[in-house]
């Protein structure tokens, strides 16, 4: 049982990079592109680290997985607002509808 919830978690992870990536390709701007990556990638990492502590039951490399989880999803999106950031004191504009993608 504990298993399959362990798989569930990683298929929920894996689906969430694999739409972070589609959406990187797909988005038009850097604003859009990075929102899309920022958020999928932190919650897909978070999902499937939580599935292999649930996989790994209780020892210490499921504490070391607890702690990579807390740190990603402290680091990521805070490095995603530093770059966007970065972009709007750099005057990027954000994309509008009729305006050709960058």
Known sequence: MLNTLALIFIAIGLFFMVVGAVGLIRLPDFYTRAHASGKCDTLGEGMMLVGFILFEGMTLI?????????????????????????AHSRNIAPWKKGEERQ
């Open 62 to 86: 499921a504490v070391k997985l607890l702690l990579l989880v807390i740190f990603i999803f402290i680091t990521s999106p805070t490095a995603v607002h530093s770059l966007v950031n970065v």
